[in-house]
């Protein structure tokens, strides 16, 4: 019997080298493949070395796009789905509710496909009203078009279940740590093991980056305050909180692969400031690695972290402050507090898991048979 083969398409592609959604196929892929499936994995060619034909089993397609805040994704999903379309995929999971709009390229082939919505993206503050009324077009042709909807936290399947009445899977993102010694990236960067504060994100308004630099003058100490990211349509926005900030505060820009393993394998905590989204991966990632999380305190964050962090208002930047002041004063409860993290994820956020709740959605799909989630996104008995 031949392998079921599946495409995964609306990322920037693998390897990671951007965010939550390149993040999720990296780590599907492989393990899909090992699961027995043929994976494609649709990449842009402004992101992906070109060389780049296969990656850890899967076949990796590389088409363009146009160049763009509001181009750049539409654009190449619209390409991919094009090129999908005549290859005959079993299935497809397509990430981006923005990517809602192309999926009949795709049932036009007779392709059954799931999509993830991720989180709500028209309440993102990088969006101007034109990008607003997108996604909220978007997230209802996101309940009518696709045949499975995947929502990534049980708030999210709650809003799309009560807003709209449509049913969807939960799968959440996972991680599987790798923790590495502190020999390469710290030294270059001038840093200590567990003397240093760590945030991990896209610098956009709606993740406030600017508010944990001006939290960060309030705290006192003299541990680094290492900020991770970059994004591709926003320097202005960097340049405003970059710019004469806080001498302790580091901007070494995105980091990935062994350097970000490494930085969070030795944080003293972890700051995740996001106020859109479900389940973060940079939060679980962080989980995972055992670091002490101080967290905004939203309704996805107590979801993911529960009592295994510490919770701030980020519109309170002398909250957040303090708590940096406890975890540098109290390292030991710091600790403490990242053990039960890590324990935390290890439970419920594990990638095999990820991959088999997948791999479940893929054949049911590619069988022509409804995957209905039941309570908090159990498939039914009607899945394998």
């Given at each position: 019997?031949?392998?079921?083969?599946?495409?995964?398409?609306g990322?920037?592609?693998?390897?990671?080298?951007?965010?939550?959604?390149?993040?999720?196929?990296?780590?599907?892929?492989?393990?899909?493949?090992?699961?027995?499936?043929?994976?494609?994995?649709?990449?842009?060619?402004?992101?992906?070395?070109?060389?780049?034909?296969?990656?850890?089993?899967?076949?990796?397609?590389?088409?363009?796009?146009?160049?763009?805040?509001?181009?750049?994704?539409?654009?190449?999903?619209?390409f991919?789905?094009?090129?999908?379309?005549?290859?005959?995929?079993?299935?497809?999971?397509?990430?981006?509710?923005?990517?809602?709009?192309?999926?009949?390229?795709l049932?036009a082939?007779?392709?059954?496909?799931?999509?993830?919505?991720?989180?709500?993206?028209?309440?993102?503050?990088?969006?101007?009203?034109?990008?607003?009324?997108?996604?909220?077009?978007?997230?209802?042709?996101?309940?009518q078009?696709?045949d499975?909807?995947?929502?990534?936290?049980?708030i999210?399947?709650?809003?799309?279940?009560?807003?709209?009445g449509?049913?969807?899977?939960?799968?959440?993102?996972?991680v599987?740590?790798?923790?590495?010694?502190?020999?390469r990236?710290?030294?270059?960067?001038?840093?200590?093991?567990?003397?240093?504060?760590?945030y991990?994100?896209?610098?956009?308004?709606?993740?406030?980056?600017?508010?944990?630099?001006?939290?960060y003058?309030?705290?006192?100490?003299?541990?680094p305050?290492?900020?991770?990211?970059?994004?591709?349509?926003?320097?202005?926005?960097?340049?405003?909180?970059?710019?004469?900030?806080?001498?302790?505060?580091?901007?070494?820009?995105?980091?990935?692969?062994?350097?970000?393993?490494?930085?969070?394998?030795?944080?003293?905590?972890?700051v995740?400031?996001?106020?859109?989204?479900?389940?973060?991966?940079?939060l679980?990632?962080?989980?995972?690695?055992?670091?002490?999380?101080?967290?905004?305190?939203?309704?996805?964050?107590?979801?993911?972290?529960?009592?295994a962090?510490?919770?701030?208002?980020v519109?309170?930047?002398?909250?957040?402050?303090?708590?940096?002041?406890?975890?540098?004063?109290?390292?030991?409860?710091?600790?403490?507090?990242?053990?039960?993290?890590?324990?935390?994820?290890?439970?419920?956020?594990?990638?095999?898991?990820?991959?088999?709740?997948?791999?479940?959605?893929?054949?049911?799909?590619?069988?022509?048979?409804?995957?209905?989630p039941?309570?908090?996104?159990?498939?039914?008995?009607?899945?394998?």
């Amino acid at each position: 019997m031949r392998p079921l083969s599946i495409a995964l398409l609306g990322s920037r592609g693998v390897p990671s080298r951007y965010g939550g959604y390149e993040t999720l196929m990296e780590e599907l892929a492989p393990r899909l493949v090992a699961r027995g499936f043929a994976v494609t994995v649709y990449g842009r060619t402004h992101t992906v070395r070109r060389r780049v034909r296969r990656y850890r089993g899967a076949r990796v397609v590389l088409l363009p796009a146009l160049r763009g805040k509001h181009l750049e994704t539409p654009s190449h999903t619209f390409f991919s789905l094009l090129h999908a379309g005549g290859e005959r995929f079993d299935a497809a999971l397509v990430v981006n509710s923005a990517n809602a709009l192309f999926l009949p390229l795709l049932r036009a082939a007779g392709i059954p496909t799931a999509l993830n919505v991720d989180g709500i993206e028209k309440r993102r503050a990088k969006w101007g009203v034109f990008g607003r009324a997108v996604y909220a077009l978007s997230e209802r042709l996101a309940c009518q078009l696709p045949d499975a909807l995947v929502t990534d936290a049980e708030i999210i399947r709650r809003h799309y279940l009560e807003r709209y009445g449509a049913p969807s899977v939960v799968i959440a993102y996972g991680v599987a740590p790798r923790p590495l010694p502190p020999t390469r990236l710290l030294p270059r960067l001038g840093l200590a093991s567990r003397r240093y504060f760590l945030y991990v994100s896209r610098f956009e308004p709606e993740n406030n980056p600017h508010r944990v630099a001006a939290a960060y003058r309030q705290a006192g100490g003299d541990l680094p305050m290492v900020m991770v990211g970059g994004a591709p349509y926003a320097q202005a926005f960097i340049r405003s909180f970059t710019e004469g900030a806080d001498r302790r505060i580091l901007f070494p820009g995105p980091i990935y692969g062994a350097g970000y393993r490494e930085l969070l394998s030795h944080a003293l905590a972890y700051v995740q400031a996001t106020e859109v989204g479900g389940t973060h991966p940079a939060l679980v990632e962080a989980m995972g690695y055992g670091n002490c999380v101080l967290a905004n305190d939203t309704p996805e964050h107590r979801e993911v972290a529960g009592d295994a962090a510490r919770y701030f208002r980020v519109d309170d930047p002398a909250a957040l402050a303090a708590l940096c002041d406890w975890a540098r004063r109290a390292p030991q409860e710091a600790s403490a507090l990242g053990e039960r993290a890590a324990a935390r994820a290890h439970a419920r956020y594990g990638w095999d898991e990820v991959a088999d709740r997948y791999a479940a959605l893929f054949a049911a799909l590619a069988r022509g048979r409804c995957y209905n989630p039941g309570v908090g996104g159990r498939a039914d008995a009607d899945a394998p």
